[in-house]
């Protein structure tokens, strides 16, 4: 039956009735007035009353109106209408928003048969149409949270209906990331492409490579014409298609070497570029993306080692200086607690864009290069340097120092549980040194941890109050590699282990005895 039925109407009349007397009809007499120049039939008269009602501040005429709407999307043109008012860009921001909510639901409830949220009945084969092409025209919406709705929607129907349904979606949305005139296309184009990249497949990607990765290399290098939102979105489409070539190229290896080896160079020179100015203070956007940057490299770290290993020391200095001037950005906001942490914050999207997000994916990418035959050669003659910037980065952050003192059981069962944080991370990239690297790895740690003790004195006799993380991380490292550490102790070759055992180790005791810092000696007993 067509949308909308007399039959379910019963709970729109009975709120129609109490609609929040006169100023209601009054917002909603002006939305229709100002929607004058586009057709609005009868359908969409009812669907905009119900979507205001959804609004009301009285709980039993939104219940009323939720009620009207579900009832009214099992019948033909629901959806239809839903996309119409989303296109109306005469009607109020909110209503036409919450139009393109209601519409992403919709599809996911009713496009295709089996899905998980599945439920009947199915959208006919004309109204699939009809909102396929509804969608794309509001793609280009200037409010973001309009295009955030459709470009989900369009990425729901694209997982059923593309490329056989739908098969020319992915050239309207090239042409719209190229659309350098129009910022509302790429960004739309954008947001959806990077919500369904991770589906293309080995079928699908291979003719799309040439011709979209030269559009998103377009956008990743020039940050005068594009924001950071929307380079960043282009690294996550890059990071995802470079991740299912490299499921390909197990089986089609020199098919995916064609179509990377061309373009590489110029991503690693991008790449090089990103990562070289120190890291800014205060700059979530940056941060992010970095973080895509690490998380592209790692792709092709891990699925093309052969190709990049030519090109890999473009990257390498440049992942240097980001190391090391994140970390006093990280000393200065988490570890001092010196004005915002920057916890908790992400981008529209909802990825993470904390600082601790961005040290923690730093982390991963070095214990994925460090673990490489191939690249863990070029790390070799830095992994003293390495070990102690590490070190720092382990050190207790404001937070962490707040609520461990408050509570020490909660102090053993975060270390216990090595959750994700700067400090888990540290631990498994000293211990990826010592496995990597072995006695020179080993001596590296100790040696740095051995350094940060006595920088640790030094700040102590200055008198600043924070002194002891310093020391307490450097005995958290030694006793990271405590398990090598003593294998190499009881290894004639290896004196520098009774060193330790001789001196250092009388040293940690005698502070642990003497002093009495609560985390110190959960360390020193770690150790």
Known sequence: EEFPARQICTAIDRFELSIRGRELRISFKKSMEMASGNAIDEGQVWLLNCLNATLDANSVIRMDAEDALKKASVYKGFGVALAKVTNNKDLPMGLRQLAAVLLKQYVRQHWQEGEENYT??????????????????????????????????????????????????????????????????????????????????????????????????????????????????????????????GVMSGVYQEETRALMLPMLKAWMEQFSLILSPPVPAESPDDWGLRVEVLKALMQIVQNFPKLIIADFPLV???????????????????????????????????????????????????????????FSKMVAKFTSDLAYYTIGYMQMTEEQAHTWSSDPNQYVAD????????????????????????????????????????EAAKARASGQTGWWKLREAAILAVGSISKPLIEAQVDSHYQMGKDLSDCQMKYLLDTVLFESKLFHMGSHCFV
């Not at 915002?340 to 914050?345: E, I, K, N, P, V």
């Not at 216990?416 to 072995?438: F, K, M, N, P, Q």
Request: net charge negative; with cysteine; hydrophobic share 45%.
């Open 120 to 245: 009947p009945p199915t959208v006919l084969v004309e109204d699939k149409k009809l909102i396929r092409d509804l969608l794309l025209r509001a793609l280009d919406d200037s409010h973001g949270k309009i295009r955030t709705a459709v470009g989900m929607a369009i990425a729901s129907i694209a997982s059923c209906d593309w490329p056989e349904e739908w098969p020319d979606l992915m050239q309207f949305l090239i042409i719209y990331i190229n659309d350098k005139n129009n910022m509302n296309k790429v960004n739309g184009a954008l947001r959806c492409l990077s919500l369904f990249a991770g589906d293309l497949d080995d079928v699908h990607l291979p003719p799309l490579v040439p011709i979209l990765f030269p559009s998103l290399y377009s956008i990743v290098s020039l940050p005068n014409a594009y924001a950071p939102s929307m380079r960043r979105r282009a690294l996550s489409i890059l990071h995802c298609c470079i991740g299912t070539l």
């Open 316 to 374: 390498l200095a440049p992942l240097w200086q980001t190391l090391v001037t994140c970390l006093n950005v990280y000393q200065a906001a988490s570890i001092e607690g010196i004005g915002d942490c920057y916890t908790g914050l992400a981008d529209s999207d909802g990825c993470d864009q904390s600082l601790e997000a961005f040290t923690i994916q730093l982390f991963e990418f070095l214990i994925t290069i460090v673990g490489q035959p191939r």
């Open 415 to 454: 270390e216990d549980d090595a959750t994700y944080s700067c400090r888990v991370s540290g631990i498994l990239l000293l211990e990826e040194l010592s496995e990597t690297y072995e006695v020179a790895g080993i001596e590296s740690v100790v040696n740095s941890a051995q350094r940060c003790m006595e």
